[in-house]
């Protein structure tokens, strides 16, 4: 069974400063990956995924993750935190274009920017 | 093209009762999933619909049904309402391919 683990329920970081939240999967094949953020009372948006071409992925408002199947992560970074960026983010595995449309997701994570 | 949109926003009902929450995916997807957020359990998956056709369920009791209709349009219906059914009901379409489109959810509450 595939599962998803976010490690770090809150993090913190100061606008500006590179912000770090990490995913790690578990899965018995290849895995399709997603990292989605969700604001207050809203529902989730698609930041980036993975779908086995290139490891490391950029998506949108500035936001990158990077493939590394030796480690089964799929931590999602950005260089310079904003304000805005203020949400939840939230990782998740699908196991395969056959079963695509059942996401499993991580507990997430919320994002605090302090200014 | 218009996203994924959810009916009614906000709904609250009273335990015992059924309820029908509502969800139109974006044009020309075909596939509708759904899925329930709560504090304690996260993000669950309920079920998946493709061209009318339940294809996929999740770990939820019977009284957790769901239908699509022939323009793609779906519903979800719980019976039997408990404290416990207080959550966001999201719903996301997709186009046959690996993305999952989500939309505003349903914001259920239970007393």
């Known amino acids: 069974a595939q599962s998803v683990t976010q490690l770090g329920s809150h993090v913190s970081v100061s606008e500006g400063a590179l912000v770090l939240l990490r995913c790690n999967y578990s899965?018995?094949?290849?895995?399709?990956l997603f990292w989605y953020v969700q604001y207050p009372n809203q529902g989730l948006q698609l930041l980036l995924k993975?779908?086995?071409?290139?490891?490391l992925v950029k998506g949108i408002n500035g936001f990158e993750a990077e493939f590394k199947k030796s480690e089964t992560s799929f931590h999602l970074t950005k260089p310079s935190a904003h304000m805005s960026d203020a949400a939840e983010y939230f990782c998740?595995?699908?196991?395969?274009?056959?079963?695509?449309?059942?996401?499993?997701f991580g507990s997430g994570t919320q994002l605090t920017v302090l200014p | 093209k218009a996203g994924v949109t959810q009916t009614p926003r906000y709904l609250i009902k009273t335990r015992g009762q059924q309820v029908t929450l509502s969800c139109s995916p974006i044009?020309?997807?075909?596939?509708v999933s759904w899925y329930q957020q709560t504090p304690g359990q996260g993000l669950q998956f309920l079920f998946e619909?493709?061209?009318?056709?339940?294809?996929n369920k999740g770990n939820f009791p019977g009284r957790f049904s769901g239908r699509q209709f022939s323009n793609s349009r779906s519903e979800m219906n719980v019976s039997t309402l408990e404290l416990g059914d207080s959550a966001l009901y999201l719903c996301?379409?997709?186009?046959?391919?690996?993305?999952?489109?989500f939309g505003p959810g349903t914001r259920l509450t239970v007393l």
């Open positions: 996301a379409s997709s186009q046959g391919t690996d993305t999952q489109y």
């Open positions: 899965s018995s094949v290849p895995p399709y």
């Open positions: 993975y779908t086995s071409a290139a490891t």
């Open positions: 998740a595995v699908s196991e395969g274009p056959g079963s695509a449309r059942q996401l499993t």
């Open positions: 044009s020309g997807h075909r596939s």
């Open positions: 619909y493709f061209s009318e056709t339940q294809r």
